[in-house]
DNA sequence: TAGATTGTTAATCGATTAACAATC
DNA sequence: TAGATTGTTAATCGATTAACAATC
């Protein structure tokens, strides 16, 4: 491992944290739309549903930006959690498989205003291509290295069915892509260099499922809980 | 604690455990579909993008399905998931919300194929209310007490605004859902015995951007892989 | 100063991993 | 039996939590 410069250092963030400042990010923006100029760990872990020890753990990571005694500037904080997540510029995205998923995700408001700017809807389907999708008109597949060397695609979301999916992903990496976030039920293989990230509204719901089926069953065993061990 | 019959034992499952349970019952069904009746610890990890090892202390708690020196039977092990996780039943699922992804998520034939069925579209808009979508009428969201009643909803989809999704779950909870799958960008408050499991895109996609950056600026410092610490 | 609240420490908990004895 | 592979153990790793010294 070579050594940083202190200025760029940014110490490793453990990954449970790094998943978590986004959520932070949010909170304090809330805070500032309501006009709150300063928060305590209390009030911001609270707007943020974590505790206030996890908060500021988690805060810790990023450098001291809080006064004790007093709390944290709102919009102080805002920035630099902002900063250090990359925020402050804008990512360059193409969607691939503009099904009602696809289409669903290049018309959500809340990528935009993220700094996420959906550049691109791809689909291998002609019968889809022309289509207008979010004021995007949805183009062959075949473009996609032309998309990402044109507007510098920096993430890809990949909504195609399972059985395209690897494909797409093989041809994401061939044009540098390294970044995908996956809503195809399916494994991708990819470099190591390449992050995927996997959203899986089945899983979801089984996991549910799995909670479901064992609150049942406790109720059957249990129907009165003053009953004791009887 | 009370005790439990051996029958429904299942000894408490880590939550890590659980939530890859799917995607092992998912792999099996692959697997089974490709005509394979038989199958390694080693075979059954790759199809699902672990390791081995962690398969198998996965498997272990749910008991021991498999026979040393052989390997697992592909259907077997798949149905013995399958009732782990409550897939043998049908359940019974309300989404709430019926916007752009609303809408998707209703015509999602991942659901259906996992034992989940959608059994109603409600949304406050009297705008939406009567429209088809995927085979049902949007109805509006004062019917959901009696929706609940009448299917026997255990689980509720929350695809609306941030800004209705609180009341919107406080309407479910009212109504004696348990398990929600929460899509609004937004922390929920709910009474313990409820679950929540959150799907929130941006913050998908802001992980990966983080990664990105750190990615880039690592090109930035050693522009040459081969330059050693010069 | 006295009261408040951060940033950090140390303990605990849960998840992952590698190794291998059990056993087909 | 010899070879293969599971199920389990023990070590390691990473995340959470509670407590409190530092300090505004």
Redesign the pocket.
């Known amino acids: 491992m070579s050594e940083r410069t202190p200025a760029e250092a940014s110490r490793d963030i ?5 998943a ?1 400042l986004p959520l932070y990010l949010r909170a304090l923006t809330a805070l500032a739309d309501a006009g709150t100029a300063r ?6 872990a609270a707007a943020a549903g ?5 908060l ?6 990023l ?10 500037e709102v919009e102080f904080l805002r920035h630099q959690i902002a900063r250090e997540i990359g925020q402050t510029q804008d990512h360059h995205v193409v969607i691939v498989g503009i099904g009602n998923l696809g289409q669903a995700l290049a018309s959500f408001s809340g990528f935009r205003s993220r700094g996420f700017r959906v550049v691109a809807l791809l689909d291998a389907a002609p019968a889809r291509q022309g289509d207008e999708v979010a004021g995007l008109v949805v183009r062959p597949f075949e473009d996609l290295a032309a998309v990402v060397a044109e507007h510098r695609v920096t993430i890809a979301v990949v909504a195609t069915p399972a059985h395209a999916a690897q494909d797409v992903a093989d041809a994401l990496v061939a044009a540098g892509v390294r970044n995908i976030l996956n809503f195809a039920p399916t494994v991708l293989s990819v470099p190591d260099d390449v992050d995927v990230r996997k959203v899986d509204l089945s899983i979801e719901l089984q996991i549910l499922a799995y909670h479901e089926q064992r609150k049942a069953s406790a109720e059957v065993e249990e129907p009165d809980m003053e009953r004791g061990l009887a």
């Open positions: 453990p990954e449970a944290t790094v978590r928060c305590s760990s209390e009030d911001l974590v505790t206030s020890s996890k500021r753990k988690d805060l810790s990571y450098g001291s930006y809080g006064t004790r005694g007093v709390g944290y």
